[in-house]
């Protein structure tokens, strides 16, 4: 059995001020991360490595990713993320047909974990939440990945706790990211900057539009490659 392991790099959630609401973008924009997936299955398919190439679609699809929180969140922390993190995979269950989110019961390994911090550690603007994956794949009579996934969100904003649907909001946007989406600049749907006090809970058309036809060209990648 061979393994590969692919990062996504660490993205970050920036907060932008209301001043920025001029500061529109389209959205709807594949990240870098996904496409480097999709190249990376092309390579492998190049050079006849089928079974790794398909591990590595079948992990952008992410099967069933479970999303839980951390063991050691305290009790308190707990109602208030798990309330966000059913909140959050329910966005995108009523946005696309085959989301792959589903809550972690108790007894579930989790691949997506969520927990709370005092800040989040970055050189760069003010960050609110931070997500990292990596996956695994392994390949050889038999295929298959592992997708790890933390997001990190700092629990206040302005000296407050978040409210829980600022919170739903941040967690549907590194859901996003899961999905294939890129950070932008639109101050509409969920993948622009976290503006304090304007939570935005619901995709729009062209986030929808490319997490859909993302899925359904990996899909079809998947059928040439069982064809092949
Ligand atoms: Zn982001």
């Known amino acids: 059995m061979r393994t590969i392991s692919l990062w996504l790099t660490a993205a970050v959630l ?18 870098g991360d996904a496409r480097a997936h999709l190249e990376k299955a092309g390579e492998l398919r190049a050079k006849g490595n089928r079974a790794a190439a398909m591990a590595v679609l079948e992990s952008l699809l992410m099967g069933t990713a479970r999303v839980g929180v951390t063991e050691d969140a305290r009790p308190a922390d707990r109602d208030v993320l798990e309330e966000a ?23 579930d390994r989790v691949d997506i974990s969520v927990r709370f911090v005092d800040e989040i550690d970055t050189d760069g603007p003010d960050a609110q939440a931070e ?26 904003i302005d000296g407050r706790l978040l409210t829980r649907d600022e919170l739903t909001g ?59």
């Open 14 to 31: 920036v907060t932008a001020g209301l001043t920025t609401s001029s500061f529109a973008g389209y959205g709807g924009v594949l990240s």
């Open 85 to 107: 993190i059913l909140r959050s995979i329910s966005v995108w269950d009523n946005s696309i047909d085959d989301s792959p989110f589903v809550a972690a019961s108790k007894t």
């Open 131 to 156: 997500l990292e994956a990596h996956r695994d794949f392994y390949y050889g009579k038999t295929h298959g990945f592992r997708l790890t996934a933390q997001i990190l969100v700092a629990r206040r």
């Open 170 to 228: 941040i967690l549907t946007h590194e859901l996003g990211h899961l999905l294939g989406l890129d950070d932008d600049s639109a101050l509409e749907g969920v993948m622009g900057p976290f503006v304090p006090g304007h939570p935005r809970l619901e995709p729009i058309r062209s986030e929808v539009n490319t997490v859909r036809q993302y899925r359904t060209s990996v899909r079809q990648s998947l059928r040439d490659l069982a064809k092949a």
